[in-house]
């Protein structure tokens, strides 16, 4: 199948530094791949501000015009989000179909999603978007449509009718209701039972689902673009100590993120916020590594997940080409395929939480084997031997606050 060619649209304001433009850009171009399609051109223009009708200058219109005949062009898609007046001037000017960055990172999602929550979220995301931009467009609104931007992961053709999409974003809403409900039950289920839980988080295509699949000797998608992994993931993994925790493989951060996705996936990135502990995956090797790491503090943050303790990881250490300047501490540098630096995370995650938890030493006698069992699975063990004479195993090591598990040691 041949790709849909496509030319991009960017206008830089005073307000933007070269840098984070040219790499706006360069990100558009990697989702466009993303997305299937290849580009043949990118036009940009310097306004003080964008236009209101028409987002660029019409000297640049006929300039587009002529590129788009050219060079047969199937698609011109914006760097900017555009409103719905602009969405429409446009694709009357142009006479080819016109998306903004925002429904090509939908349109990726809607191509990603695997889970009913995730095609769910992403339905959402795509119809509350759509709704104020359907008037005077003349598109049909299909799940199944054709080319990048109109894809969707329903089943069911939507007609372009306001109150139609009203009633199904009704509808979805109620039904992520009930899997967020369902969601907490089990998150509040992994709380009662103590298990320690560690989100990876980290900018798309930083690494992140080849440490989660190194450390969990699982197979998640690995591929070198954006937006691999949507759904969630969790499995049990065991630190050197012996401790159970639960590893949670999350959806890739990126700047400029739709507003309207947030929101829909704001039960998926919950994840993030009931973690214990973060490992902030980072792509060493990557230009705008500084950038990166900003979108996902300020992300984190926009969660409420900023408090979170957290482990920076500079993943892709053998591609560093330039000098990495950490700026996030504790930091480590690894590759995800070397198994002694995955080692090394774990080893990492093990001494930072025993600089922050509790020290304990408890003389346990043979009858406790389900007490010996829990510290086991929910502590840090450092010594565990058994002692013959007194008849009594003795146990060391550090544990978290506020856990049943004190309570038990104190009786």
Do not use: C
């Amino acid at each position: 199948m041949s790709k849909e060619r496509i030319l991009i649209i960017a206008v830089k304001q005073p307000s933007q530094d070269q840098d984070q433009f040219d790499s706006s850009l360069a990100e558009l171009q990697s989702l466009s791949d993303t997305a299937g399609g290849k580009v043949i051109h990118i036009v940009t223009q310097k306004r003080d501000k964008i236009h209101p009708a028409t987002y660029i200058g019409s000297g640049k219109i006929e300039d587009i015009k002529s590129l788009i005949k050219e060079s047969a062009i199937d698609l011109v898609i914006s760097n900017d989000e555009l409103s719905p007046g602009q969405l429409r001037n446009l694709g009357s000017f142009f006479g080819v179909r016109i998306i903004d960055r925002s429904q090509l990172i939908l349109d990726i999602f809607a191509q990603r999603a695997r889970t009913k929550e995730g095609k769910l979220q992403v339905e959402l995301a795509q119809l509350e978007y759509m709704l104020p931009r359907l008037r005077g467009q003349g598109i049909e609104l299909s799940r199944l449509g054709g080319g990048i931007g109109t894809r969707g992961p329903g089943e069911t053709k939507l007609e372009t009718d306001q109150r139609h999409i009203r009633r199904r974003i009704h509808d979805i809403k109620q039904r992520l209701h009930t899997v967020v409900k369902q969601r907490e039950q089990y998150r509040k289920r992994r709380k009662t039972n103590d298990v320690f839980q560690i989100a990876i988080v980290g900018y798309t295509n930083a690494g992140k689902s080849t440490l989660f699949n190194r450390l969990t000797n699982s197979n998640s998608l690995e591929e070198d673009q954006l937006f691999a992994t949507l759904d969630p993931l969790t499995r049990q993994i065991q630190l050197p100590s012996g401790m159970q925790v639960l590893l949670t493989d999350t959806v890739g951060f990126l700047q400029d993120l739709p507003t309207s996705l947030i929101a829909a996936f704001k039960s998926t990135l919950e994840e993030v916020t009931e973690a214990d502990f973060l490992i902030h995956m980072v792509d060493g090797s990557h230009p705008n590594l500084n950038k990166q790491q900003d979108t996902v503090l300020e992300l984190l943050k926009e969660l409420n997940a900023h408090t979170i303790p957290m482990l920076t990881v500079y993943n892709k250490k053998d591609l560093i080409k330039q000098d990495v300047i950490p700026i996030n501490h504790p930091h480590l540098f690894i590759s995800a395929y070397e198994a002694a630096d995955i080692n090394r995370v774990l080893t990492t995650i093990e001494h930072l939480l025993k600089k922050e938890w509790e020290y304990y030493a408890v003389s346990l006698p043979p009858d406790q084997g389900k007490l010996l069992q829990q510290l086991e699975r929910n502590t840090i063990i450092e010594k565990k031997q058994f002692d013959e004479i007194r008849q009594v195993y003795e146990v060391k090591g550090y544990m978290r606050n506020e856990i049943p598990l004190n309570r038990l040691l104190e009786e």
